[in-house]
């Protein structure tokens, strides 16, 4: 279709306008910091240099459009054609410096904000090193995107790399640091309590911000028409500074104009953020109009703010921080430095450390003294000093009342100090008090009510977080399906060979292996559940985002990569998720609450991929590869609106004094003496139950792979004219979770688990092994089907049962539990290499054989576990149930009552399930 309209003064104008508002701004700010508080910092040097990455790369845009920049290939005069190129290629390497020094002069404010808050200074400094070595990196790949140099901005003829997919691969980092400046200090805004307009100030600058990211993605909208363009000329083309597809610049001219709306935005977002000691010079009445009269009359034109809590530790050796609030006539320097902070790092603006002395506001003054000027952090935290609010105030007594002709000077209301037992030290996990607790409220409206501990958990209670975690279950089966779905669909249009495929399962598996340990074990310890799932969700998202440049450059190691990411977050949640629903409640209760959410994780892996064949996957072809990264996209964002979502729920926790007194309960229910009992086969229970349990498990989940990614060629061979594979394998992960669904409702009317573990191995194994044998047709065929009911209930049902009973190792046990599905990398590979060695069709049924030794095997454990009344005791969930009497009922003391009293005497004090202490 030919093109006749021009866009190059719409992008002319947008660009200049723009811009202008940017330098503005930036005006505004120096006016602020080197006028008004005549303070400078490294980040107002840095703004300064983004600012003139920003004026060259809309210079050159703006001149560009004079030379067919927009324009249609029929409008280009053949004496543009050079101008234009040194335009482009002017934009493309000053554009990554430009981004990178915005940001950098963002994080650099966070870091010097956040003295007092290690967590989030040490996010600052980890978010700044990822944007300056991105940045870095690109803008050297954009200066000698060819070879020889010239070749990009004149004539002579060129090896160029191909710029858009290069821009299109970057797009990811820049999403991901976009969304980390916007969210970092999220925490903190949200725990203030301010007035309507601070509130609409605050609001309009973090819709700027995310406006950011938004443009960030709308420009890679108009550099994929010309990706398109390429597509549809050759698909093995590429575009480059030598080689362009027809109307090149025409496309492409938006993305450039919003690349420019995407940097001075971001400088203007850097620039509000320090503005208030000129607001407060020359507008006061925006911030304070309502107190504007108390301040004519002698009063306060703002109440407490709160800069020296953030950016200062309290010091013990400080009179004035620890006991005295600041006070100053100034609207911006009344400050209240007594905040105490919160678990996660950020005050919790509702709470004092100690009472505020009467002696810090002395009755008979007739003004209060004012804060140095020169106050060290006077301007680090302008925007924030600037929207803090009224907290809940009270009259001091000792001051002069209204009545008395003086303005009542009001203060926030101290709360009583928090108890805290001495149980609390660093090296014990969370306590479920004030384990992973933001503040106690979210724009002033959402109050956040503290949990109590996973185990004093009523089924009633239990009810809510069981419900809202199993949301994560139908995530990553929903994830991993959709994933897994796009990522077979873009290696058959990519044409990999069978080894790659086998390579990407192994890889994503292998995931597995170290990431339980190393990452979700380290966190859930030190930092709780809540924290663990956020960290799974983040490295998620990123592992979701880096398909996005392994599918446009079409890349396998990029996708080896890829893969690695998705497992790695993934299995951190399972680190987390699947013990909190084991202990969420009473324990008797453990497998079936497993399975219920276990069986939701089912339904996910059976939508996803229907929903990727039926709507994403529908005649495509491989041009339309592109399209595809917006699912990556999509699936990205949710999954961090997700982990938001989870920072501001209340959950419960379980730290490692109070697992082992729900353990030391049931050994006395059960009369089980765990030190000094008796050593089923010479080995303590609590070992054999764990390593035998954790090999079993690396059995099972290498069964389980075996099965279902060869599950088209054991298919073919079992009935090769029958029901497609696709829909085949639909049925089966159906049938296998109603198997879920079916053993929660048996576990949960009362029937030992290790008897239904029993008879799901024995079905499993008998089903596998009579689709091997049994002739080709409807009946082997069925077996195989039947076999995913018997294989649903086995990783739930087997995990909670492994659970009972570890006390204070049970996070461990958890970990190398997940550890151990690495089981999924190995053992289809095996299956592999006999396929190799048997390419034959009538061997395709050979993955079978596999599956039927290691079920074989693992038929035997839950008949072990029966045979040993230790064992029976230890694993079966009604000595998990709590007697009124109990083992005192039976007129003799427990084995283990001295243990038991040893470890209450260590534990000092328990938090009961109202909160209190015992």
Same mark, same amino acid.
């Given at each position: 279709m030919e093109i006749t309209h021009d866009r190059s003064s719409t992008v002319f104008v947008v660009t200049?306008?723009?811009?202008?508002?940017?330098?503005?701004?930036?005006?505004?700010?120096?006016?602020?910091?080197?006028?008004?508080?005549?303070?400078?910092?490294?980040?107002?040097?840095?703004?300064?240099?983004?600012?003139?990455?920003?004026?060259?790369?809309?210079?050159?845009?703006?001149?560009?459009?004079?030379?067919?920049?927009?324009?249609?290939?029929?409008?280009?005069?053949?004496?543009?054609?050079?101008?234009?190129?040194?335009?482009?290629?002017?934009?493309?390497?000053?554009?990554?410096?430009?981004?990178?020094?915005?940001?950098?002069?963002?994080?650099?404010?966070?870091?010097?904000?956040?003295?007092?808050?290690?967590?989030?200074?040490?996010?600052?400094?980890?978010t700044m090193a990822i944007v300056i070595i991105a940045g870095t990196v690109l803008t050297f790949l954009n200066i000698f995107q060819c070879r020889p140099v010239v070749a990009a901005f004149s004539d002579v003829d060129g090896t160029c790399i191909d710029i858009v997919a290069l821009y299109l691969s970057s797009t990811p980092i820049n999403v991901l640091t976009d969304l980390a400046i916007l969210l970092l200090p999220l925490p903190f805004l949200t725990s203030l309590r301010m007035e309507?307009?601070?509130?609409?100030?605050?609001?309009?600058?973090?819709?700027?911000?995310?406006?950011?990211?938004?443009?960030?993605?709308?420009r890679i909208v108009f550099l994929q028409q010309a990706l398109e363009e390429e597509l549809l000329v050759s698909p093995s083309a590429s575009i480059t500074a030598t080689s362009r597809p027809p109307n090149f610049t025409y496309y492409a001219?938006?993305?450039?104009?919003?690349?420019?709306?995407e940097v001075s935005v971001g400088i203007m977002c850097c620039c509000v953020l320090v503005l208030k000691p000129l607001v407060v010079r020359v507008m006061p009445k925006l911030l304070h109009g309502a107190q504007s009269q108390e301040n004519r009359d002698g009063g306060l034109s703002e109440p407490l703010h709160f800069s020296d809590a953030l950016t200062k530790p309290r010091s013990s050796g400080s009179l004035r921080s620890a006991r005295f609030p600041s006070f100053s006539t100034s609207p911006s320097s009344f400050t209240h430095a007594n905040v105490a902070p919160t678990p996660s790092g950020f005050p919790d603006l509702n709470r004092t450390q100690s009472p505020v002395s009467p002696l810090s506001v002395q009755p008979g003054l007739s003004r209060i003294p004012e804060r140095s000027t020169n106050d060290?952090?006077?301007?680090?935290l302008d925007f924030f000093e600037m929207l803090a609010g009224e907290p809940p105030t009270t009259e001091v007594s000792g001051l002069p009342s209204a009545g008395d002709g003086a303005t009542a000077r009001r203060i926030s209301a101290p709360r009583r100090p928090t108890v805290v037992s001495e149980r609390s030290e660093r090296r014990s996990t969370m306590q479920t008090d004030t384990s992973q607790e933001p503040t106690k409220n979210f724009f002033d409206f959402v109050q956040l009510k503290s949990t109590v501990s996973l185990t004093h958990l009523s089924a009633k209670e239990a009810w809510w977080p069981?419900?809202?975690?199993?949301?994560?279950?139908?995530?990553?089966?929903?994830?991993?399906?959709?994933?897994?779905?796009?990522?077979?669909?873009?290696?058959?249009?990519?044409?990999?060979?069978?080894?790659?495929?086998?390579?990407?399962?192994?890889?994503?598996?292998?995931?597995?292996?170290?990431?339980?340990?190393?990452?979700?074990?380290?966190?859930?310890?030190?930092?709780?559940?809540?924290?663990?799932?956020?960290?799974?969700?983040?490295?998620?998202?990123?592992?979701?985002?880096?398909?996005?440049?392994?599918?446009?450059?079409?890349?396998?190691?990029?996708?080896?990569v890829s893969n690695f990411i998705i497992a790695l977050g993934l299995s951190c949640l399972e680190v987390a998720a699947n013990p909190f629903i084991a202990l969420a409640g009473p324990g008797e209760l453990s497998e079936a609450r497993l399975n219920f959410a276990q069986g939701i994780q089912g339904i996910g892996t059976i939508v996803s991929p229907i929903v990727a064949q039926i709507a994403l996957f529908s005649g495509i072809q491989r041009e339309d590869l592109v399209?595809?990264?917006?699912?990556?996209?999509?699936?990205?964002?949710?999954?961090?609106?997700?982990?938001?979502?989870?920072?501001?729920?209340?959950?419960?926790?379980?730290?490692?004094?109070?697992?082992?007194?729900?353990?030391?309960?049931?050994?006395?229910?059960?009369?089980?003496?765990?030190?000094?009992?008796?050593?089923?086969?010479?080995?303590?229970?609590?070992?054999?139950?764990?390593?035998?349990?954790?090999?079993?498990?690396?059995?099972?989940?290498?069964?389980?792979?075996?099965?279902?990614?060869?599950?088209?060629? $054991?298919?073919? @061979? &079992?009935?090769?004219?029958?029901? #497609?594979?696709?829909? +085949?394998?639909?049925?089966? /992960?159906?049938?296998?979770?109603?198997?879920?669904?079916?053993?929660?409702?048996?576990?949960y009317v009362g029937i030992p688990p290790r008897i239904l573990l029993g008879i799901s191995f024995f079905g499993a194994f008998l089903t596998s092994l009579l689709a091997l044998v049994l002739p080709e047709g409807s009946a082997a065929l069925a077996m195989l089907i039947l076999y995913y009911f018997f294989e649903g209930p086995?990783?739930?049902?087997?995990?909670?049962?492994?659970?009972?009973?570890?006390?204070?190792?049970?996070?461990?046990?958890?970990?190398?539990?997940?550890m151990f599905n690495s089981g999924a990398a190995i053992w289809p590979s095996v299956v592999y290499g006999i396929l190799q060695q048997h390419p034959d069709s009538t061997a395709r049924r050979a993955a079978l054989l596999v599956v039927? $030794?290691?079920? @074989? &095997?693992?038929?035997?454990?839950? #008949?072990?576990?029966? +045979?040993?009344?230790?064992? /029976?005791?230890?694993?079966?969930?009604?000595?998990?149930?709590?007697?009124?009497?109990?083992?005192?009922?039976?007129?003799?003391?427990?084995?283990?009552?001295?243990?038991?009293?040893?470890l209450t005497t260590h534990l000092e004090v328990m938090p009961t399930p109202a909160g209190g202490i015992t």
């Amino acid at each position: 279709m030919e093109i006749t309209h021009d866009r190059s003064s719409t992008v002319f104008v947008v660009t200049l306008v723009i811009v202008t508002v940017a330098t503005v701004s930036l005006v505004l700010r120096l006016i602020s910091k080197w006028g008004v508080t005549r303070k400078t910092n490294a980040d107002d040097y840095v703004i300064i240099l983004a600012w003139v990455f920003a004026v060259g790369l809309s210079v050159a845009i703006m001149i560009g459009t004079q030379v067919g920049l927009g324009a249609p290939d029929t409008k280009i005069k053949s004496q543009w054609v050079t101008p234009l190129k040194q335009c482009i290629y002017a934009f493309t390497v000053l554009y990554n410096p430009a981004i990178m020094a915005t940001k950098t002069a963002i994080l650099i404010l966070y870091y010097r904000m956040a003295a007092a808050h290690m967590f989030f200074r040490y996010a600052s400094i980890f978010t700044m090193a990822i944007v300056i070595i991105a940045g870095t990196v690109l803008t050297f790949l954009n200066i000698f995107q060819c070879r020889p140099v010239v070749a990009a901005f004149s004539d002579v003829d060129g090896t160029c790399i191909d710029i858009v997919a290069l821009y299109l691969s970057s797009t990811p980092i820049n999403v991901l640091t976009d969304l980390a400046i916007l969210l970092l200090p999220l925490p903190f805004l949200t725990s203030l309590r301010m007035e309507f307009r601070q509130k609409i100030i605050l609001v309009a600058t973090f819709i700027v911000g995310g406006f950011v990211t938004v443009v960030d993605v709308v420009r890679i909208v108009f550099l994929q028409q010309a990706l398109e363009e390429e597509l549809l000329v050759s698909p093995s083309a590429s575009i480059t500074a030598t080689s362009r597809p027809p109307n090149f610049t025409y496309y492409a001219s938006f993305s450039l104009m919003w690349s420019a709306v995407e940097v001075s935005v971001g400088i203007m977002c850097c620039c509000v953020l320090v503005l208030k000691p000129l607001v407060v010079r020359v507008m006061p009445k925006l911030l304070h109009g309502a107190q504007s009269q108390e301040n004519r009359d002698g009063g306060l034109s703002e109440p407490l703010h709160f800069s020296d809590a953030l950016t200062k530790p309290r010091s013990s050796g400080s009179l004035r921080s620890a006991r005295f609030p600041s006070f100053s006539t100034s609207p911006s320097s009344f400050t209240h430095a007594n905040v105490a902070p919160t678990p996660s790092g950020f005050p919790d603006l509702n709470r004092t450390q100690s009472p505020v002395s009467p002696l810090s506001v002395q009755p008979g003054l007739s003004r209060i003294p004012e804060r140095s000027t020169n106050d060290e952090h006077g301007d680090d935290l302008d925007f924030f000093e600037m929207l803090a609010g009224e907290p809940p105030t009270t009259e001091v007594s000792g001051l002069p009342s209204a009545g008395d002709g003086a303005t009542a000077r009001r203060i926030s209301a101290p709360r009583r100090p928090t108890v805290v037992s001495e149980r609390s030290e660093r090296r014990s996990t969370m306590q479920t008090d004030t384990s992973q607790e933001p503040t106690k409220n979210f724009f002033d409206f959402v109050q956040l009510k503290s949990t109590v501990s996973l185990t004093h958990l009523s089924a009633k209670e239990a009810w809510w977080p069981t419900m809202f975690v199993s949301i994560l279950f139908f995530l990553w089966g929903f994830g991993y399906g959709l994933i897994g779905a796009l990522s077979v669909e873009i290696q058959n249009l990519l044409g990999y060979p069978p080894s790659h495929t086998i390579a990407l399962h192994a890889v994503y598996w292998s995931g597995y292996f170290f990431g339980p340990l190393l990452v979700g074990y380290w966190v859930l310890t030190r930092e709780g559940f809540k924290a663990t799932f956020m960290t799974g969700l983040a490295i998620f998202a990123t592992g979701a985002l880096s398909f996005w440049p392994s599918s446009v450059l079409r890349s396998f190691p990029g996708f080896i990569v890829s893969n690695f990411i998705i497992a790695l977050g993934l299995s951190c949640l399972e680190v987390a998720a699947n013990p909190f629903i084991a202990l969420a409640g009473p324990g008797e209760l453990s497998e079936a609450r497993l399975n219920f959410a276990q069986g939701i994780q089912g339904i996910g892996t059976i939508v996803s991929p229907i929903v990727a064949q039926i709507a994403l996957f529908s005649g495509i072809q491989r041009e339309d590869l592109v399209r595809v990264q917006w699912c990556y996209l999509a699936v990205a964002l949710f999954v961090i609106f997700l982990a938001i979502v989870f920072y501001y729920v209340p959950l419960s926790e379980a730290g490692d004094d109070e697992l082992e007194a729900m353990a030391v309960q049931r050994f006395d229910n059960a009369r089980l003496d765990p030190d000094k009992g008796v050593k089923p086969f010479g080995i303590r229970p609590r070992h054999l139950i764990l390593w035998s349990g954790v090999l079993l498990m690396w059995c099972y989940d290498g069964s389980q792979e075996s099965v279902a990614f060869f599950w088209t060629p $054991i298919v073919a @061979g &079992i009935k090769p004219n029958g029901l #497609a594979s696709f829909w +085949s394998l639909t049925i089966g /992960r159906s049938v296998f979770t109603f198997g879920r669904f079916l053993t929660s409702a048996l576990c949960y009317v009362g029937i030992p688990p290790r008897i239904l573990l029993g008879i799901s191995f024995f079905g499993a194994f008998l089903t596998s092994l009579l689709a091997l044998v049994l002739p080709e047709g409807s009946a082997a065929l069925a077996m195989l089907i039947l076999y995913y009911f018997f294989e649903g209930p086995i990783f739930p049902t087997l995990f909670a049962m492994m659970m009972r009973g570890q006390g204070k190792h049970t996070k461990f046990a958890a970990a190398v539990t997940m550890m151990f599905n690495s089981g999924a990398a190995i053992w289809p590979s095996v299956v592999y290499g006999i396929l190799q060695q048997h390419p034959d069709s009538t061997a395709r049924r050979a993955a079978l054989l596999v599956v039927v $030794i290691l079920y @074989g &095997i693992s038929t035997l454990w839950p #008949a072990i576990i029966s +045979s040993s009344s230790v064992l /029976r005791r230890w694993m079966d969930p009604k000595w998990s149930k709590c007697s009124e009497t109990g083992s005192l009922e039976h007129g003799h003391e427990s084995p283990s009552s001295s243990h038991e009293k040893s470890l209450t005497t260590h534990l000092e004090v328990m938090p009961t399930p109202a909160g209190g202490i015992t």
